[in-house]
């Protein structure tokens, strides 16, 4: 019963589909032992042969043996096409073993169509290729992928010394503890760590991601600088009445989103340890968000920067981030402009405080954090400037927000700390034309849909 | 026996005296040579500054070969001689050559009975002669350090065969080599032959792979010379030949240990001694702990026999600067050197070592081979000390589709052969068997 099974479907294979059935590909294709294949082979040859004589099988056989040449017994092992199979034979001196190598219904001119078969099943079955072999080796058992890995990553690491590349590439794990690259981000905020341990602690719920986000949050908060000081006012500075509802929404959302935001964060590590963490985290601030959205992010680290831009689209804040992110683009650094948080500002509404709050608390760390670092890169400041929009009433809106923007003085942060109402004189000028520019996008932007995002021409449609 | 004949004789001397007292030729001298020449302690070993004329005395010293075919990278910069470079010989070696002994301190021309075409830059052996009035050492005899000693192999009980291969030669566009190189491996996994033929197979306890994995082909450089816009989305040709190696040594890894040699043309260091591949490169293969990247030279106890051997760059360049054709012949005299590899860092690259040398051989192997020699060749060598050692010569495969079958317990060895079948050629032909 099972024996006709076999036969039928070689008779198919060889038949009908026309297709060269070597003794592997059978083995493969039914699963059996090599030995059977062959065995299977030889016999569906001698059915088919006595059925009917004048068959169309060619049948290729596998020989080898033995013989004396140059003076030493060598071994041969050969493909013989059939009518060459008795001329060979005879020429050994001891016959080894003969066996049925493939049928086909063609005559082969070379065995090259034989190899091509054999080689793409063997392909396809790869994994497993000594599974129908007559050996079994008891030693080559494969390793487990997580121990293979483990081991090719010491190897990598014993010869990785100079790991300063190493932090650029993969694990977060490396970047958390230890090439000597990212030691050097972490050392400097190291004071600074258990002030954020709590920040951290607020964000993060997961906690392999910790560390990686306190690295993250202290090497922001060292490349921020002093975002402390106005973090509270500021919050509540940029809270304009229709800004409000907008910024609730984004921060509720923003809280939805950490856990996104955790996720993301792998990946903006990746990237933050690269550069001097300003330009790591200015990269990711500079997908369009609202000046709120920025600031939060900045406090957050660049956690609150990817789950913005994640989230950017989602929400609303289309023309909060209209504005900033041209601007951004030109200036280096990223949100951590310590904005000399002008305390004063547009009427602080008690705003969504409790999102806030973490935010604000990290506000006054950053100031401190800066100023001892002071000789960083440049920084992100909050500046006040004041954005004229178009809101969806048609009304033009003008509020006084922060955002931020790159200063490469370090005496600008001295100031911060001191007094954030020089900032923005200081400031002024500069941000003005950016306000300007900004404020015809925003026009358009307001009348836009949601997460389009402005390109450079869209100051000359507005003017 | 001399007892027995004493006791014949009939009378003995407790009698009374006699007359006649017998007297017995003595046998005369048949033959008698005195070899004990070596014994003889007036010959002494001295150092070059130390040489007096007409005394004969042992030199020991490294040689140095002044060959004027030898390529050399400063004249071919030099401008003063304008001359182009030289095109590549097989043999740099020319009536003109002279020899040159070098110790610490010192070096001699050498002249004499010593075979200057045949010996090679790096030997180190001792000579014995006396210096010239003009100047050079008159060799009458030299001798080399010969074979080390050598620990004897366990013996075993079951026949045990190791697997050499080299010269894979893959990513070279040899179909005929491909089907071989499947073959081999069917022989070796079991899936090919006959019951009989599979058990013997599964005795097989290891396969070296001797180096040139790749074909020479991969290690075009044209990529270089092209402009950049020809060869934008181009991948090296290694890559494609490293995949397919992969996938071979997965199939021969889930079978049998393999241990992988690099050979010239494949991707680590060029100097000797070459570092093993990175298993990067074998990512399916070296999931299996059976797979092992070795170095090149590499040696290893194999069920209680030593093996060693290079994937063939030291005897083939002996063979280029010295008269010696069959690289069996120059494996030997390696040997017998006791120095696996003498022309580097002269004509071959090396890594500079200061303090010791890793190519002297503290201890004979009982195998040593050498890989992608043009043919197949093997030999037992004895030493002075009853040393024996199995030499093999590993050919090509992607030339000759041969490979070789040690047999640890008797130490022979066979060639193995494998052969698919073409239009053009006649069958036997093609299998070696024709007349």
Redesign the interface.
Request: proline share 4%; charged share 20%.
């Given at each position: 019963m099972a024996d006709q099974l076999y036969l039928e479907n070689i008779d198919e294979f060889v038949t009908d589909q026309n297709k060269i059935v070597t003794y592997?590909w059978l083995?493969y294709t039914l699963g059996v032992h090599?030995?059977q294949a062959k065995q299977m082979l030889y016999d569906y040859v001698e059915r088919k042969r006595k059925e009917n004589s004048g068959a169309q099988l060619h049948v290729?056989y596998?020989v080898?043996g033995?013989?004396i040449?140059n003076g030493?017994?060598?071994?041969?092992?050969?493909?013989?096409?059939e009518d060459?199979l008795e001329?060979?034979k005879s020429?050994?001196a001891v016959t080894?073993?003969?066996?049925v190598y493939s049928i086909q219904k063609a005559m082969l001119?070379?065995?090259?169509p034989?190899?091509n078969t054999?080689?793409d099943i063997?392909?396809s079955n790869?994994q497993n290729?000594?599974k129908?072999?007559?050996?079994?080796?008891a030693?080559?058992?494969?390793?487990a992928?997580a121990e293979?890995s483990s081991s090719?990553k010491k190897?990598e690491q014993s010869h990785l010394h100079m790991s300063s590349e190493t932090q650029a590439n993969n694990e977060l794990t490396t970047n958390g503890h230890g090439p000597p690259a990212s030691k050097q981000v972490s050392q400097q905020p190291k004071g600074i760590m258990g002030m954020f341990a709590s920040k951290a602690a607020a964000k993060t719920q997961e906690t392999n991601k910790e560390t990686k986000t306190e690295a993250k949050e202290v090497t922001n908060a060292s490349a921020a600088g002093n975002k402390a000081p106005g973090k509270g006012n500021m919050m509540s500075n940029f809270f304009g009445k229709a800004a409000m509802n907008k910024f609730k929404v984004n921060l509720d959302s923003e809280q939805a989103v950490k856990e996104e935001k955790i996720v993301e964060q792998p990946t903006v590590s990746v990237t933050e340890p690269k550069l001097a963490t300003p330009a790591g985290l200015k990269k990711s601030s500079k997908k369009a968000e609202p000046v709120k959205v920025l600031q939060k992010e900045k406090k957050r680290g660049k956690r609150v920067a990817l789950s913005d831009d994640e989230t950017k689209e989602t929400e609303n804040m289309r023309k909060k981030r209209r504005r900033i992110k041209l601007p951004e683009s030109d200036s280096s650094e990223d949100e951590d402009s310590p904005g000399a948080y002008e305390a004063e500002s547009p009427s602080p509404p008690p705003p969504p405080s409790p999102p806030l709050e973490p935010v604000p608390k990290t506000e006054p760390e950053p100031p401190s954090v800066k100023s001892s670092s002071g000789e960083n890169k440049r920084k992100r400041k909050r500046v006040l400037k004041s954005k004229t929009y178009l809101d969806g009433e048609g009304c033009i809106v003008t509020e006084k927000v922060y955002e931020s923007e790159s200063c490469t003085d370090s005496e600008e942060e001295l100031n911060m700390k001191t007094s954030s109402v020089h900032r923005p004189p200081a400031m002024t000028v500069k941000k003005e034309p950016r306000e300007e520019r900004k404020g015809p996008k925003k026009g358009t932007a307001a009348l836009g849909k949601a997460n389009r995002q402005v390109s450079i021409t869209g100051f000359f449609q507005r003017k | 026996m001399f007892s027995e004949q004493a006791a014949q004789r009939a009378h003995t001397l407790l009698s009374p005296p006699s007359a006649n007292n017998a007297t017995f030729a003595r046998v005369p001298v048949a033959t008698y040579t005195n070899s004990s020449q070596p014994f003889r302690l007036g010959v002494g070993v001295k150092k070059l500054c130390e040489l007096q004329p007409e005394e004969k005395c042992c030199v020991v010293g490294t040689l140095f070969k002044a060959m004027p075919l030898q390529p050399s990278i400063l004249r071919e910069v030099s401008e003063e001689h304008n001359l182009l470079p030289q095109p590549p010989r097989s043999k740099y070696i020319h009536p003109d050559d002279e020899l040159v002994l070098e110790d610490e301190l010192q070096r001699i021309k050498l002249k004499g009975t010593i075979d200057v075409s045949k010996l090679v830059t790096g030997t180190v052996l001792a000579v014995f002669g006396s210096v010239r009035d003009d100047g050079k050492f008159l060799v009458e005899d030299y001798c080399f350090a010969d074979l080390a000693p050598q620990k004897p192999a366990p013996p075993l009980d079951t026949d045990r065969f190791v697997l050499l291969v080299s010269g894979l030669g893959l990513g070279g566009g040899g179909g005929e080599s491909l089907l071989g190189t499947q073959l081999l491996v069917d022989v070796v996994t079991g899936q090919l032959g006959d019951e009989g033929e599979q058990c013997s197979a599964a005795h097989v306890s290891r396969v070296i792979l001797a180096g040139n994995l790749l074909s020479h082909s991969t290690q075009s450089r044209d990529s270089i010379n092209k402009a950049k816009y020809l060869t934008k989305k181009t991948q090296a040709a290694s890559v494609e030949a490293v995949k397919m190696l992969d996938e071979i040594l997965l199939q021969l890894s889930a079978s049998v240990p393999v241990d992988v040699m690099p050979g010239e043309f494949d991707p680590t260091n060029y100097t000797l001694p070459q570092q093993p591949l990175h298993p990067c490169m074998f990512p399916l293969a070296t999931a299996y702990s059976t797979l092992q990247l070795v170095t090149n030279p590499y040696q290893a106890t194999i069920d209680g026999v030593r093996f060693l051997g290079t994937s063939g760059q030291n005897v083939s360049d002996i063979f280029r600067y010295s008269s010696m054709e069959d690289h069996l012949e120059i494996l030997e005299w390696t040997l017998r050197v006791r120095h696996i590899s003498p022309t580097a860092p002269d004509t071959l690259g090396c890594y500079p070592f200061y303090k010791t040398d890793p190519f002297i051989f503290p201890e004979c192997p009982h195998v040593y081979f050498c890989g992608n020699t043009p043919s197949f060749g093997s030999k037992i060598i004895r030493g002075p000390e009853d040393q024996t050692v199995l030499l093999v010569t590993v050919p090509d495969f992607s030339a000759t589709q041969t490979a070789c079958l040690v047999n640890l317990r008797s130490l022979a060895c066979q060639p193995i052969s494998f052969s698919g079948f073409g239009a053009e050629d006649d069958d036997l032909g093609g299998l070696g068997l024709g007349p």
């Open positions: 592997k083995s090599v030995n290729t596998l080898s033995s013989l040449q030493h017994s060598c071994h041969k092992v050969a493909v013989v096409r060459k001329a060979v020429k050994l080894a073993s003969i066996h001119k070379d065995s090259g034989l190899f054999d080689y063997l392909k790869l290729c000594s129908f072999s007559a050996i079994q080796c030693a080559a058992v494969p390793r992928p293979s090719s190897f | -």
